[in-house]
DNA sequence: AATATTTGGTATTTATAAATACCAATTTCA
DNA sequence: TGAAATTGGTATTTATAAATACCAAATATT
């Protein structure tokens, strides 16, 4: 029997020089990006970055933010930093005190390490908070829907 | 007895060239960042605009998100219609659906005009929106107090 | 009535963010 | 083992956002 390798929207596939042919962008330029927080790529084995179907959409919706919406990059890091992360984490009061995304309004949340806290034994790469919450609109949606849900409690 | 002229920090004082000479920019730029949003100038009966000391300090804050934060025009205004309007007015459900502020991200709100909601007969210039929420770390401010808000009513 | 300023345009300049080019060292894999 | 690709760095180029300059018409000020 022939060992099936599952493939998901999620699998690294893409060696850097093809995910910035299929971005239409330089190797140099992407990188920028991972500097500037925009993707976690993964890292195989070795210390060369692997992309996937999903990272290069993320990228292309970022590349649209810089390249339609004229959002600098520092714009875009504001406004992934205003992401009410603990909200989705349900992190406690405790570990907020202690939290640099939490406190702070320069970064998203995976730009932080999380030392002492819920998320230090979790992967930001795989936690919703940075799939699901990297651009202006999800972020509203997110603050719509927190703010709704306070309401209907009271 | 003579008549006493209440001065606050509120009140309109400067004409345009003055108010741009106190910030260190041209005319023009006052206006341009008035077509983006960030300003709303009083009008006297005139024509004219008049700028307070809070007009001032407003925009010497825009000014450092622009040239220290590296946050462009656009940017900002994506900061800004990430704010929970909503939540501070307390509007219905109803008002929600026929507002653009709410159904939109790219503007804040006191760029919308607001016909047939609890809006309509207020001016922004006054409104507590405006007045506080224009900037990164006041939005994330009130982003937290409305989520704390939330999980104490649970 | 004459002078100052402001208005709202467009056209131009400037400052710089975003992207590219190039590098030597390292890693991968055929 | 050698060829091809990636790494991380600096230096340079380019694209364009931000700001300025200039305009005639309108408004305000003395």
Partial sequence: MRSEIIQ?????????????????????????YERAGF????QK??????????????LKCIRRAINEDK???????????LMPCWDVIKCSQKDREHCDAF???A?????????????ENLDCKSC????EFYDCARIKSK???ITEKHESSL
């Fill in 8 to 32: 998901n929207q999620d699998t690294p596939l893409y060696p850097i020089s093809t995910a910035a042919k299929l971005l239409g962008i330089s190797v140099h330029t992407l990188r920028m």
């Fill in 39 to 42: 993707i976690l790529p993964f």
């Fill in 45 to 58: 084995e070795s210390s060369h970055r692997l992309y996937s179907q999903s990272d290069i959409e993320r």
């Fill in 71 to 81: 959002i600098s990059i520092a714009g875009i890091q504001r406004i992934q930093a």
């Fill in 103 to 105: 406190n702070n309004h």
């Fill in 107 to 119: 970064y998203a949340c995976w730009m932080y390490n999380h030392k002492k806290n819920i998320c």
């Fill in 128 to 131: 919703q908070v940075y799939k």
């Fill in 143 to 145: 603050i719509i829907e």
